[in-house]
């Protein structure tokens, strides 16, 4: 039953779902980055007002005056509080997602690349750091496409989740689902689990998000809050959902900004959660999407991680040989190369920074991810995201061989990726 608005105030209630969509594991934790800086309102960027939440708490300034401080303490999330946290997440050996606007990671490329490369997710966080209730409608819908295509040039790969500045608009959920391509939002924080919601006649995944466990309390307490407050909030929240695990998978979101938590006197609260949550057994830090699709497969439905398209075949070759260097070759468009793997045998598990896309011109086998396995035979195209961990897995009698491509003049890093 719905209240006025299509509201749903019941949920699961005492039930909630008891499926083993964790696989074996009870607790999933979902690290969040929220990576906005440079697409926040600000004068420079021809915004009428700007961001009044600071550290120095809500300080308004008068119209147009530029608050340069501002600036400045958002700067730091970019110049230093995001490579903090990676660099926590890398010894820790965490995965998180980071709700990143499309426009902060056009301003630092470079921190998109260590974001893909460390294997992260990257869900879309919208074309700049906005409300976007104060958009129109077809305002929300060329941004919301916007996003996706910086996204994709920024990243290498399509985002599959989304999730606005604070909250929707009452037709976002409606425009999300009409873009196609995402496999959930997390524009709700009605739940401690993912709940599907019905979009015109469509099923649409939710993905929920959190504001309690969240470094944005540092800014909105009095007094001072500190690290030892914020892991021991952590802490209880996770002590709670870990015994409730017990009788139902549980998930728990931590909500990280970078000129927040980014801090020196900040980030060992983090870390300390991180330590004391990974003693435990049946706890898993991953991602959302990792946390989606494992939804969706619960219930027999599972959006394939890698997509495979119908293609004619062409030639045969050997394994990572290059064909054509873009970064070498005058006027090529796209790195190329060849695979070969022999009957049952495999490659390593590598990832890239760049999306790759694979032509099977013989035999057949399993592309092998995070996500799961894909089957493939000779004719079959797949498309591979930037920085998802893949093996090539020959399940057939004779050589498993693919023509394959890096799209754009750009030679990617590739890296090998522990089992």
């Known amino acids: ?74 700067d730091y999330g970019s110049r230093v509080g995001v490579w903090r946290i990676l ?30 490369a460390a294997g992260h997710e990257v869900c879309s966080h919208g074309w700049r750091w906005e409300e976007v209730w104060q958009l129109t409608e077809d305002e929300e819908r060329e941004h919301i496409r916007m996003a996706v295509e910086s ?38 924080y009605a739940d401690d689990v993912p709940f599907e919601v019905d979009v015109d006649g469509t099923s649409h995944l939710v993905v929920p998000y959190t504001a309690d466990t969240n470094d944005i309390q540092f800014w909105l307490a009095d007094p001072l809050a500190t690290s030892e407050q914020f892991f021991t909030y952590l802490k ?6 870990y015994r409730e695990s017990e009788q139902a998978p549980r998930m728990m979101s931590v909500g990280l900004h970078c000129r927040i938590i980014g801090r020196p006197a900040r980030i060992r609260g983090l870390e300390r959660f991180v330590e004391y949550a990974s003693g435990f057994d049946g706890v898993v830090f991953t991602t959302r999407e990792r946390i989606a699709r494992g939804w969706r497969a619960a219930e027999g439905a599972v959006p394939p991680p890698v997509t495979v398209l119908p293609a004619e075949p062409a030639g045969d070759g050997s394994w990572a040989r290059m064909i054509v260097d873009a970064d070498s070759v005058p ?52 498309h591979i995201p930037a920085g998802r961990p893949h093996a090539i897995v020959n399940t057939g009698d004779v050589p498993a061989g693919m023509v394959f491509s890096f799209p754009g003049a750009r030679r990617p890093r590739t890296e090998e990726c522990p089992e």
């Not at 299509?6 to 909630?16: A, E, I, L, Q, S």
């Not at 209880?236 to 959902?241: K, Q, R």
């Open 331 to 382: 006027g090529a468009t796209a790195t190329l190369g060849r695979s070969h793997v022999l009957p049952g045998e495999s490659t390593p598990m590598i990832r890239h920074t760049t999306e790759e896309v694979c032509l099977v011109v013989e035999g057949s086998g399993v592309l092998r991810t995070d996500l799961g396995d894909v089957a493939f035979t000779v004719g079959d195209a797949l």
């Open 151 to 188: 996204l994709e040039r920024t990243t290498g790969s399509r985002p599959v989740g989304w999730y606005c500045r604070y909250g929707p608009s009452e037709r976002t959920r409606r425009l999300v689902v009409e873009e196609g391509g995402f496999l959930y939002d997390s524009d709700s």
């Open 236 to 241: 209880d929240a996770f002590d709670t959902l």
């Open 1 to 74: 039953m719905t209240g006025p608005g299509g509201r749903d105030v019941v949920g699961y209630g005492p039930n909630p779902p008891t499926r083993r969509w964790l696989g074996d594991d009870r607790l999933a934790i979902s690290l969040v980055v929220n990576y906005e800086e440079g697409s926040e309102r600000s004068l420079p960027a021809g915004d009428a007002t700007q961001e009044a939440l600071t550290e120095w708490g809500a300080y308004p300034f008068p119209d147009g005056v530029r608050n340069l401080a501002m600036e400045s303490m958002y």
């Open 87 to 116: 660099d926590v997440l890398r010894r820790r050996g965490v995965p998180a997602t980071f709700f990143a606007c499309a426009q902060a990671f056009e301003m630092a490329p470079a921190v998109a690349e260590a974001v893909v």
